[in-house]
């Protein structure tokens, strides 16, 4: 189908009407998240831990009432994007529930994003209004979100904290208001996509698909009322907001609970306070925690479950994880743009310590297809293409990238390469994108080339990942300069002065006369990578 006049490409009829009749769809919006039976019958229970601050499931509901009343008092109006740059607060939480309660769309970026990707959100989503903390925190504290903000195309800047000249976040609060239910096959939020072009690209996800992915994934993972979930990444990320991170929390009527990073000197502590009995991280930070609790004091027993997933997690120590702590992992494999894979929980040890896990829903489809698209042999690798029920059909406002993205029957090419066991299972074997995957955290390689390229001495630059015990891969900027080549820490400084995010930029640098080229004269980042090997 030809996506809408707002960027917005639709499923087609048929699909649309097979996943209303089998259940995937309903009516529900994500300002309902909030467990309904929880609100009626248990209300105290808490909902959110954030900080000093506790928050039942009553106060949030009325604390998201409240500023979504304040939202319309600003003057946003359902339908207008709003760009949304905070930590892991009750900030956050009660903004999102605000926003997507007024059918506003919360555009999700990452704290450690820049005037780089922020101004090109700004633009792109032609946002009314910009949302972040005053600074950031930790160790790049330094950082002054009000300046960037007095650089943005939007009419409203809201800070949570210090507001100086703009809207304080916390004066977002007002009496609640009748508010009219947004459509549930609308969009419900933008979600950012790791990235393999020049620029980042916006996913948008409906209301009702993005509502089944998180109560689904919320069945799979067991989620209960009894469930503590640890918020280690950012809420932002899908990951953790959505699979079944927050939003699945909420909707099973468990309690959410935010920690700054996930740092064993910052988690450990809310795990012992709290009693967690979930959290979901990235491999490096499992491998942190695999490493801590030998000498940690604090008791983490009341772990059950560890969520691994945003890059490949080594069979090896997925293997460690039962014994050293003492809870059992799943593996995930997980994308903004829709299709997650979650290993069972009662998947035998084998396919959970091996494996990446299958796909959430019975309406996934999978295929797994070589170079020219056809399908490979049972068992062999190809890179996985995928449609289903929370799958996205298009990027927002982006036709050129879409063509190249999704094959004519709408399947997203993922750019993974897989390999497909008969229970269904994946093994993600590698990656054919354009993308570093450091730790979890992604890089567009064009992207960061074409910072570079703006470098008075670099003359031509290839990026591509070096393997790394830690983090699974870094970033590797390969440079033909003019003149003295600059040094890694001139790049950085450079890169931070264009208002690049600092997880892209490189960690290496590597001179060369000329690049490798492939028989058709593209740069060939296989010979560069196999350089560094
Ligand atoms: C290998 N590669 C993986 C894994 C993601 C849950 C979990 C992760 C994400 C995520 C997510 C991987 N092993 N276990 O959104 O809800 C790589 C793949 C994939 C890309 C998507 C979630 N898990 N990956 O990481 O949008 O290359 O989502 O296509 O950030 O991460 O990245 P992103």
């Given at each position: 189908p030809?996506?809408?006049?707002?960027?917005?490409?639709?499923?087609?009829?048929d699909?649309?009407?097979?996943?209303?009749?089998?259940?995937?769809?309903?009516?529900?919006?994500?300002?309902?998240?909030?467990?309904?039976?929880v609100?009626?019958?248990?209300?105290?229970?808490t909902?959110?831990v954030a900080?000093?601050?506790?928050?039942?499931?009553?106060?949030?509901?009325?604390?998201?009432?409240?500023?979504?009343?304040?939202?319309?008092?600003?003057?946003v109006?359902?339908?207008?994007?709003?760009?949304?740059q905070?930590?892991n607060?009750?900030?956050?939480?009660?903004?999102?529930?605000?926003?997507?309660?007024?059918?506003?769309?919360?555009?999700?970026?990452?704290?450690?994003?820049?005037?780089?990707?922020?101004?090109?959100?700004?633009?792109?989503?032609?946002a009314?209004?910009?949302?972040?903390?005053?600074?950031?925190?930790?160790?790049?504290?330094?950082?002054?979100?009000?300046?960037?903000?007095?650089?943005?195309?939007?009419?409203?800047?809201v800070?949570?904290g210090?507001a100086?000249e703009?809207?304080?976040?916390?004066?977002?609060d007002?009496?609640p208001?009748?508010?009219a239910?947004p459509?549930?096959?609308?969009?419900?939020?933008f979600?950012?996509?790791?990235?393999?072009?020049?620029?980042?690209k916006?996913?948008?996800?409906?209301h009702?698909?993005?509502?089944?992915?998180?109560?689904?994934?919320?069945?799979?993972?067991?989620?209960g009322?009894?469930?503590v979930?640890?918020v280690?990444?950012?809420?932002?990320?899908?990951?953790?907001?959505?699979?079944?991170?927050?939003?699945?929390?909420?909707?099973?009527?468990?309690?959410?609970?935010?920690?700054?990073?996930?740092?064993?000197?910052?988690a450990?502590?809310?795990?012992?306070?709290?009693?967690?009995?979930?959290?979901?991280?990235?491999?490096?930070?499992?491998l942190?925690?695999l490493?801590?609790?030998?000498?940690?004091?604090?008791?983490?027993?009341?772990?059950?479950?560890?969520?691994v997933g945003?890059?490949k997690?080594?069979?090896?120590?997925?293997?460690?994880v039962?014994?050293?702590?003492?809870?059992?992992?799943q593996?995930?494999?997980?994308?903004?743009?829709?299709?997650?894979?979650?290993?069972?929980?009662?998947d035998?040890?084998?396919?959970?310590?091996?494996?990446q896990?299958?796909?959430?829903?019975?309406?996934?489809?999978?295929?797994?297809?070589?170079?020219?698209?056809?399908?490979?042999?049972?068992?062999?690798?190809?890179?996985l293409?995928?449609?289903?029920?929370?799958?996205?059909?298009?990027?927002?406002?982006?036709?050129?990238?879409?063509?190249?993205?999704?094959?004519?029957?709408?399947?997203?090419r993922t750019?993974?390469?897989?390999r497909?066991?008969?229970?269904?299972?994946?093994?993600?074997?590698g990656?054919e994108?354009?993308?570093?995957?450091?730790?979890?955290?992604?890089?567009?390689?064009?992207?960061?080339?074409s910072?570079?390229?703006?470098h008075?001495?670099?003359?031509d630059?290839a990026?591509?990942?070096?393997?790394?015990?830690?983090?699974?891969?870094r970033?590797?900027?390969?440079?033909v300069?003019?003149?003295t080549?600059?040094?890694?820490a001139e790049?950085?400084?450079?890169?931070?002065?264009?208002?690049?995010?600092?997880?892209?930029?490189?960690?290496?640098?590597?001179?060369?006369?000329?690049?490798?080229?492939?028989?058709?004269g593209k740069?060939?980042k296989?010979?560069?990578?196999?350089?560094?090997a």
């Amino acid at each position: 189908p030809e996506p809408a006049p707002d960027g917005f490409t639709p499923w087609p009829k048929d699909l649309e009407e097979r996943y209303i009749a089998e259940g995937y769809w309903g009516d529900r919006v994500l300002g309902d998240v909030l467990n309904r039976d929880v609100l009626r019958d248990d209300p105290d229970r808490t909902a959110l831990v954030a900080g000093d601050e506790r928050l039942s499931y009553a106060e949030l509901d009325r604390r998201a009432d409240r500023a979504a009343a304040g939202w319309l008092r600003l003057g946003v109006r359902p339908g207008d994007r709003v760009v949304v740059q905070l930590p892991n607060s009750a900030g956050f939480v009660v903004t999102f529930l605000a926003l997507v309660r007024i059918g506003a769309v919360p555009v999700l970026a990452l704290p450690a994003h820049r005037e780089s990707e922020i101004g090109y959100l700004c633009e792109l989503a032609e946002a009314r209004a910009y949302v972040a903390a005053d600074r950031a925190a930790g160790g790049d504290g330094a950082f002054d979100y009000r300046v960037m903000a007095r650089t943005l195309p939007v009419e409203h800047v809201v800070i949570e904290g210090d507001a100086e000249e703009f809207t304080a976040l916390a004066d977002l609060d007002a009496d609640p208001v009748e508010i009219a239910r947004p459509d549930p096959a609308g969009v419900g939020v933008f979600l950012l996509s790791g990235g393999t072009t020049g620029l980042p690209k916006l996913i948008p996800r409906t209301h009702r698909d993005y509502v089944y992915n998180l109560e689904a994934s919320a069945e799979v993972c067991g989620f209960g009322r009894d469930t503590v979930y640890l918020v280690v990444l950012p809420a932002a990320h899908n990951f953790a907001l959505a699979c079944p991170g927050v939003l699945g929390v909420f909707a099973a009527g468990g309690t959410a609970v935010l920690a700054p990073s996930g740092s064993p000197d910052e988690a450990f502590p809310l795990i012992e306070r709290e009693r967690a009995t979930v959290c979901a991280v990235v491999p490096p930070i499992a491998l942190l925690w695999l490493d801590a609790v030998s000498w940690a004091e604090e008791d983490v027993s009341s772990l059950e479950l560890l969520q691994v997933g945003g890059a490949k997690f080594a069979a090896e120590r997925a293997a460690e994880v039962p014994e050293t702590l003492g809870c059992r992992v799943q593996q995930v494999f997980g994308m903004a743009e829709g299709l997650l894979n979650y290993t069972r929980l009662d998947d035998p040890r084998d396919l959970v310590e091996r494996t990446q896990g299958r796909p959430l829903s019975p309406a996934d489809e999978v295929r797994v297809v070589d170079a020219d698209g056809a399908d490979v042999a049972p068992g062999e690798v190809g890179e996985l293409l995928t449609r289903g029920p929370y799958t996205l059909r298009g990027y927002y406002r982006a036709p050129e990238h879409n063509a190249r993205s999704f094959t004519p029957d709408g399947f997203y090419r993922t750019g993974d390469l897989v390999r497909r066991l008969p229970s269904g299972h994946l093994i993600v074997e590698g990656r054919e994108k354009d993308q570093i995957n450091r730790g979890g955290d992604k890089v567009s390689a064009e992207e960061l080339e074409s910072h570079l390229l703006a470098h008075p001495a670099v003359h031509d630059a290839a990026v591509v990942g070096v393997p790394d015990a830690m983090m699974g891969e870094r970033t590797c900027a390969f440079l033909v300069v003019r003149g003295t080549a600059p040094a890694l820490a001139e790049i950085k400084d450079f890169l931070r002065q264009r208002g690049l995010a600092a997880y892209k930029w490189p960690d290496r640098i590597e001179t060369v006369d000329t690049f490798p080229r492939t028989p058709v004269g593209k740069i060939s980042k296989k010979e560069l990578a196999a350089r560094l090997a």
